[in-house]
């Protein structure tokens, strides 16, 4: 059965730390709907009402004009393990870019990866609990590097040619703001 709760209880932040994969869900007023897996170890819990997530660069840059144009997102876990469980985070995201002054606070939290682009930070409104009893047995094998050894052979400049290309607008063709002084 699901069950809904106003804050990220103590033993639900213990659940999102044993996670290896979230999902992160977002859409425009009008337009296509974004879902992502995410891995690596780029989620945190900052309080009981506040989660954020290191956003490293990737093929499109949906959810930061989804942000930018309605500020909804929904984050999903979902344990792979005996323990069956799903967990989704209901709230309104806002991003955070190196260029602005909360960066020099919030990305502290994360470890420093190549191709770091944005933090995306969520005022969790809603906490939803689920038994996740259909959801299959797996095991880690590894995370994947390839992301952080495509980014490292870009180096620094070849990713701000990267984001000029293919991360200015969504695939809806909303800005993402990525590049804006």
Not at 71 to 87: A, K, N
Not at 146 to 155: F, L, Q, S, V
Not at 164 to 175: F, H, M, R, V, Y
Request: charged share 25%; aromatic share 10%; proline share 5%.
């Amino acid at each position: 059965m699901a069950k809904f709760y106003t804050e990220i209880h103590p033993s639900l932040q213990e659940f999102i730390k044993d996670q290896k994969i979230f999902f992160t869900a977002t859409a425009p007023e009008q337009g296509r709907i974004n879902l992502s897996p995410k891995g690596i170890d780029t989620f945190r819990c900052i309080d009981s009402q506040t989660v954020a997530y290191l956003d490293l660069t990737g093929s499109g840059n949906e959810t930061a004009a989804h942000l930018i144009e309605n500020g909804r997102i929904t984050i999903m876990f979902c344990s792979f393990s005996e323990q069956p469980m799903i967990l989704r985070l209901y709230g309104q995201g806002r991003v955070i870019h190196p260029r602005d002054q909360e960066w020099q606070t919030v990305s502290p939290l994360f470890e420093s990866l190549p191709g770091k682009r944005q933090i995306i930070m969520i005022a969790v409104e809603s906490v939803q609990t689920s038994c996740g009893y259909g959801v299959p047995i797996y095991e880690l094998k590894e995370e994947r590097k390839m992301i952080i050894d495509w980014a490292t052979k870009k180096g620094e400049q070849g990713i701000k040619d990267y984001w000029q290309a293919k991360n200015l607008k969504s695939i809806d063709g909303l800005p993402t703001q990525l590049l804006d002084d």
